[in-house]
Nanobody, 116 residues
Framework: QVQLVESGGGLVQPGGSLRLSCVAS????????MGWYRQAPGKQRELVAG???????TYAESVKGRFTVSRDSAKKMVYLQMTSLKPEDTAVYYC??????????WGQGTQVTVSS
């Protein structure tokens, strides 16, 4: 069983930066993917960025060049560095881990609000 806890959300002005963190408890053996998703009010949850066990990454087109996903496997951490934030980045951000068994794990989410 894996439990995920996100942190680092908050209120930031347009153009600002935030770094989200996600820590896993329990064994992450078999976890091959760690990702960030977001859900804005009235919208479906969408992929923001993800990183695979081999180190390759994937990003939504809307965040390419502004967001960077990284991980520290020894600390069971995955990060999302967000820069040049826009009001449309406002959402609840969720951490996700995918296991080779097909099971997925989600955190409780952290709110990011971009507003002046």
């Amino acid at each position: 069983q894996v439990q995920l806890v996100e942190s680092g959300g908050g209120l930031v002005q347009p153009g600002g930066s935030l770094r989200l963190s996600c820590v896993a408890s329990g064994s992450i053996f078999g976890i091959y993917y760690m990702g960030w998703y977001r859900q804005a009010p009235g919208k479906q949850r969408e992929l923001v960025a993800g990183i695979f066990s081999g180190g390759s990454t994937t990003y939504a087109e809307s965040v390419k060049g502004r967001f960077t996903v990284s991980r520290d496997s020894a600390k069971k951490m995955v990060y999302l560095q967000m820069t040049s934030l826009k009001p449309e980045d406002t959402a609840v951000y969720y951490c996700n881990h995918a296991h080779t068994s097909g099971r997925g794990y989600w955190g409780q989410g952290t709110q990011v609000t971009v507003s002046s």
